[in-house]
T-cell receptor
Framework: GDSVTQMEGPVTLSEEAFLTINCTYT??????LFWYVQYPGEGLQLLLK?????DKGSNKGFEATYRKETTSFHLEKGSVQVSDSAVYFC??????????????FGKGTKLTVNP | ETGVTQTPRHLVMGMTNKKSLKCEQH?????MYWYKQSAKKPLELMFV???????ENNSVPSRFSPECPNSSHLFLHLHTLQPEDSALYLC??????????????FGPGTRLTVL
């Protein structure tokens, strides 16, 4: 079945460090790919998305490129801030036979950025 | 109120209690979702409602009973729960439409503890 695997956390970085969170997926067909972020005490928020191969999603300095050949969608940021501390979820969307869309999530990676 | 709201934010209940979780979306969406977020496990989709009809029920135990009286409100009725049901329960909504990339907007969640 469809699944998402992302790197185990937690990840701890110093401010201004480079961030990579790996995500790979298994899917039939051509899913859309997402990164969601969950700040402490809050629900998930969409961070960025990509709908087809070679698309690059970007937002708030974060980027991820849809790589069909490696079935990957790694999240990167050149210089992290303390305010980026959160849990990051990679996800893909699939359409069910009934026409509804379903999101399949990875387990999440907790990022802590120290000043 | 804007976005997706959930009440209560925290709930502690015994195994013999009956309680309900409430979700309300103010986005004009036509699809709503219940997810379960447990520690160290991927986000689990529980139920999907589209146009107030249940379109997905992911083998959820009958002690969880959803209700969608209209497109803005979603309830999760709980009875005779088990301690392993303790988790963060997240509600989400989207504008459903086949072939359209539908971002899901999440509420802040209800932290449920079953004693």
């Amino acid at each position: 079945g469809d699944s998402v695997t992302q790197m185990e956390g937690p990840v701890t970085l110093s401010e201004e460090a480079f961030l990579t969170i790996n995500c790979t997926y298994t899917a039939t067909g051509y899913p859309s790919l997402f990164w969601y972020v969950q700040y402490p005490g809050e629900g998930l928020q969409l961070l960025l998305k990509a709908t087809k191969a070679d698309d690059k999603g970007s937002n708030k300095g974060f980027e991820a490129t849809y790589r069909k050949e490696t079935t990957s969608f790694h999240l990167e940021k050149g210089s992290v801030q303390v305010s980026d501390s959160a849990v990051y979820f990679c996800a893909l969307s699939v359409y069910e036979s009934g026409g509804s869309e379903k999101l399949v999530f990875g387990k999440g990676t907790k990022l802590t950025v120290n000043p | 109120e804007t976005g997706v709201t959930q009440t209560p934010r925290h709930l502690v209940m015994g195994m013999t209690n009956k309680k309900s979780l409430k979700c309300e979306q103010h986005l004009g969406h036509n699809a709503m979702y219940w997810y379960k977020q447990s520690a160290k496990k991927p986000l689990e989709l529980m139920f999907v409602y589209s146009l107030e009809e249940r379109v997905e029920n992911n083998s959820v135990p009958s002690r969880f009973s959803p209700e969608c009286p209209n497109s803005s409100h979603l309830f999760l009725h709980l009875h005779t729960l088990q301690p392993e049901d303790s988790a963060l329960y997240l509600c989400a909504s989207s504008q459903d439409g086949q072939g359209v990339l539908n971002e899901q907007f999440f509420g802040p969640g209800t932290r449920l503890t079953v004693l």
